[in-house]
């Protein structure tokens, strides 16, 4: 194999051109969260979840609300959405339970088969909780067949067809969101209610919570209520250091959720 | 060359041959890069329209006033305005067509879910309206003394 010194410098220069090109290419597509309005300029559509911590009250509606919306059987220990309670005592102790997902709500100071005396309490709240739809979803990235993917508008979704059922995707998730449903044998989780907000509905959650502590909205509309409350207010996301760049943020979170 | 060398690769040949016709056949049409990432948007488009299919069950207050309108406006005006109807009726899909009666849910757990009350401080749940459920009345269905639709009201 023969190279003339014209053919090399001409190879060269052009696989410099092309390298230089590929960082500019990838800057598009992933940003910082507190950029995220930036990011989606010129995108019409990007999906958003805020959920206001300070109003759930831990009635377990949207856990009912989901599980029969979305046809996951409702007594299968499995939900794409959950609350969970966080009792903190005077003596630093966290206590966390989620009986059923938080699916009939909380009905007894009982938590983990302890009663806290109410003088011990130091904060207890609900932290309601679903997947994240990550910018950078990792449930995405180690799928081997291509069965999962994030749609146009920012949404993770499973191709029930084409999933093998690995669990690769599960074992990924660093929120735990992900679940093999019990009739399909597929990877199944929250799709945002993807049927109902594309149709102009309310995500079943959203529509079922009393309280307003779950919304949604668009980060592509500057002018959305979610959109200015995610873009003006101190919201924190889930695991910010894994880098996953969710889509859910919350309001009134404490460091002891994880 | 000898052909004890070239038969190993035909057949070589033949198997790549092979699985690639296989391929062409099995992988849908649909099937690509859709979006701007390899990582994230490799899918089959297909998928997505499932999804989009999905059948909704939940309806919404404003569908269930449209016929149950006396109903809508007593709540409307209680402090349970806030709450859907489709929480404690059951959702609304089929109705009334094919389900004539929804499946109501008068359970007095369905009430303790708000109305346990809970001390917990720096939260909301604290400050509602809430009852001792294992000395106040047990096993008493809450609707035989309080309407649902009109909270305020003892009976």
Redesign the interface.
Known sequence: MSCSRRDFLKQSVAGAVAAAAVPTVCT??FLEPGEAEAAVEGKKLRWTFLVDT????????CV??CK???EIPYDAPVSRTWVERY?VTKDGETHIDSPIQGR??????EIRGEVID?ED??????VPKLCNQCDN?PC??VCPV???????DGVV??????CIGCGYCVMACPYGVRFFHPVTKTAEKC?FC???I??G??A?CV??C??EARRMGNLGDPDDPVTKIIMTERVQVLKDEYGTKPSVFYLGLDERVR | MKNHVLRPLWLALGLIAAVLIARHFMVPDD?GV????F??????L???K?????????Q?RERCGKCHDENAETIAASKHS???C??CH??GVGHPKTVKQLPVNGSR?LC???H?Y????????SQ?PGID?NTHKPNKECRKCHDPHQPDLEG
């Not at chain 1, 309490?121 to 609900?126: M, P």
């Not at chain 1, 291509?146 to 146009?152: D, Y």
């Not at chain 1, 979704?157 to 084409?162: G, I, K, Q, S, T």
């Not at chain 2, 990582?39 to 089959?44: P, Q, S």
């Open positions: 598009v597509i300070e109003k759930c009250v831990g009635c377990g509606l009912q609300a029969t919306e979305n009792v009939d709500g909380y009905t007894s100071p109410p309490i130091e904060k207890a709240f609900f979803p995405v990235q291509g069965a999962t993917f994030q749609t146009e979704l499973v191709d029930r067809d084409w799709t993807y049927h109902r594309t149709e509905k309310q079943a529509q079922a009393p309280f | 099937f859709h979006g701007d990432s990582t994230y948007n490799f899918y089959r297909g998928a997505v499932y999804w989009e299919d999905f059948p909704a069950k939940y919404g806030i709450i859907q489709e929480n059951g959702p757990e303790l879910r708000c346990e809970l001390a917990y401080p720096s939260s909301l749940r509602l459920g």
